[in-house]
């Protein structure tokens, strides 16, 4: 399966843009495979470096996880101050606190200016957004969480550092068990 729409200046996206590879999830903040791949994902960033090139698409799971969409709108906030891979990365290390006013004492961590991030957060400034890429996913063949693609083609290995390292080098990875994560169905 091939993703619809490739990272443009809509997504969050981190490494040099000349990268031999593009990785892009379609993540939830509230799930816990998400999570594991958060990791995992740390792990990929030491063993790559300068080869990678990572983008990051909301998938809200809000069926099963309550927190979800208010999660990604907090972090599309943090990234309307510049501080999206930082909230990034702490809503995934508090994945099982998610509440409203953890959000903002996760902004108030970030130093963000808080009167706007709460403002934001309850007008949903960025919920338009959060639906795009949740909609983009799905027309990609998004199912669950987390899901990959590797230069616009769908990863169907496992979620580890270094089954994706092998995916980014063309390489595959024997005796490998494709692991989905959290499914919609």
Not at 40 to 61: N, Q, S, T, V
Not at 98 to 120: C, I, K, N, T, W
Not at 160 to 171: N, Q
Request: net charge negative; with cysteine; aromatic share 10%.
């Amino acid at each position: 399966m091939r993703l619809k729409t490739r990272a443009d200046t809509q997504d969050w996206v981190r490494g040099p843009e000349n990268a031999a590879a593009t990785l892009l999830e379609y993540g939830d903040f509230e799930c816990p495979y998400c999570g594991q791949a958060y990791r995992e994902l740390k792990r990929l960033d030491e063993l790559a470096g300068d080869r990678l090139r990572f983008a990051f698409r909301h998938f809200p799971m809000s069926q099963v996880h309550p927190h979800a969409e208010i999660a990604a709108e907090a972090a599309e906030a943090a990234g309307a101050q510049g501080r999206f891979w930082e909230m990034h990365a702490l809503l995934f290390e508090n994945q099982d606190d998610l509440e409203p006013q953890s959000l903002v004492g996760y902004a108030a961590e970030l130093e963000l200016d808080l009167p706007r991030f709460v403002d934001e957060l309850r007008g949903h400034r960025y919920a338009t957004k959060v639906r795009r890429q949740f909609l983009d996913g799905v027309r990609s063949g998004v199912n669950g969480t987390p899901t990959f693609f590797v230069n616009g083609q769908r990863h169907q290995g496992p979620n580890t550092a270094e089954a994706l390292l092998a995916a980014i080098e063309g390489r595959e990875v024997p005796g490998s068990e494709p692991f989905t994560g959290f499914s919609l169905g």
